[in-house]
Nanobody, 123 residues
């Protein structure tokens, strides 16, 4: 089992920055991929970014590329999402997720989820 706990959300103004953190505990392996997803009210859960647990390879959605950066600190068992130049359309609940076997942008294929953290961007 893997447990994920997100933190770092909040209310900010357009143009501000936030860094989300995901604390990872439990048994992981080298094949794990960590992802960030978001879900706005009335919308489907959307892929944001993902990173391999060991190799550091990343994939980022076009909608946030150049503004959001995913990273991880294996020693601290943390995954981060640095969000810059935030826009009102970035408002959503952000979720950290883990997939046991390889990369996917499909949220249905992730095995473990955190409880989510709210990010609200005012205009």
């Amino acid at each position: 089992q893997v447990q994920l706990v997100e933190s770092g959300g909040g209310l900010v103004q357009a143009g501000d920055s936030l860094r989300l953190s995901c604390s990872v505990s439990g048994r992981t392996s080298n094949r794990y991929v960590m992802g960030w997803f978001r879900q706005a009210p009335g919308k489907e859960r959307e892929f944001v970014s993902a990173i391999t647990w060991t190799g550091g390879n990343t994939v980022t959605a076009n909608s946030v590329r150049g503004r959001f950066t995913i990273s991880r600190d294996n020693a601290k068992s943390q995954v981060y999402l640095q969000m810059n130049s935030l826009k009102p359309e970035d408002t959503a609940v952000y979720y950290c997720a883990a997939r046991r076997d390889g990369y996917s942008s499909n949220h249905n294929l992730y095995d473990y989820w955190g409880q989510g953290t709210q990010v609200t961007v005012s205009s």
